[in-house]
């Protein structure tokens, strides 16, 4: 936290007296949470003044993964310098996320891992500005089965959630309407797209995509659906949802199990999330 904080300072002085005090932070951060210590990495664009409170968005790895992987490969850095996002990168108990019924360690040690994303959300606000109305969650395979996990259980604190290739493992009851996207591949034989009733990789039964999309919308008392084609996907866009908020289940015929890419699919799924996410506001 000390390098962190020296780092910030720099960047802070070295900005000229004309202008408003800019502070990149690209650092990892520990922190004590349940009986362990979790880190995260943080990331904000060197051109965001410090003074500034910027959206913040949590992205999540995979299973057995870890948040460089994360960070590599779902394209988001570029998203933050474009559009002035601060990213947290968290890193799961021995690489896993306890999204519900799965997985890994942190399933099995029964990790409160919605608390400890809730606890990177506050230390941010305390590293610099946040917008709090304006934070959101997002992730791959297990990290996106938490990151839906994580919209449905607190809706107060996260605006809105997208998942790559991870269906809704935990059950989504509550009052509060949430936002959610989730992106899934036809081709994706690892956690497919029309679930398993037994899954050889995970040794857990696994819900569908649409099934999943289904329980995000009724959670959110959407009443109709509308299906519309783009040129490598289609959207399912839930209607007459309550408080105006939005699901939708973005289906891309050609992709396997990874966060979506324009190499690979056709798709950039930052893009792509970003596009949903930042139209998404907490609600009161």
Not at 63 to 75: F, V
Not at 114 to 140: M, N, T
Not at 203 to 215: H, I, L, W, Y
Request: proline content about 7%.
């Amino acid at each position: 936290m000390l390098a962190l904080l020296v780092t910030v300072a720099v960047a802070v002085l070295a900005a000229p007296a004309s202008a408003a005090p800019v502070g990149g932070i690209d650092a990892t951060i520990a922190t004590p949470y349940a009986g362990q210590v979790r880190t995260f990495n943080l990331y904000v664009a060197p051109r965001v003044p410090v003074q500034t409170p910027v959206p913040l968005l949590i992205v999540l790895h995979g299973l057995y993964l870890d948040p460089a992987s994360a960070e590599a490969s779902s394209g988001l850095d570029a998203v933050a310098d474009n559009e002035d996002v601060a990213l947290a990168y968290p890193a799961g108990v021995q690489g896993s996320w306890n999204a519900g019924t799965c997985c890994g360690d942190s399933h099995a040690q029964g990790m409160d891992d919605v608390g400890f994303l809730v606890q990177v959300v506050r230390l941010v606000q305390k590293i610099r500005p946040i917008d709090l109305d304006r934070v959101y969650i997002a992730g791959f395979s297990n990290g996106g089965m938490m990151a839906l996990k994580a919209v449905c259980n607190r809706p107060d604190v996260f605006a809105g959630a997208v998942s790559a290739s991870g269906p809704l493992q935990a059950p989504c009851l509550g009052r509060r309407p949430v936002n959610a996207m989730i992106i899934h591949g036809l081709r994706d034989t690892t956690v497919p797209y029309d679930g398993e009733a037994h899954s050889t990789f995970l040794g857990v039964p696994v819900r569908s995509a649409p099934a999943s999309a289904a329980m995000l919308a009724a959670r959110s008392g959407c009443t109709a659906r509308h299906t519309s084609s783009a040129k490598r996907y289609l959207r399912m866009d839930y209607r007459g949802c309550s408080e105006r908020t939005s699901v939708q289940l973005i289906t891309v015929p050609a992709m396997g199990h990874r966060w979506p890419t324009a190499q690979h699919d056709g798709v950039d799924g930052g893009a792509l999330a970003w596009r949903f996410l930042q139209a998404q506001r907490r609600l009161d």
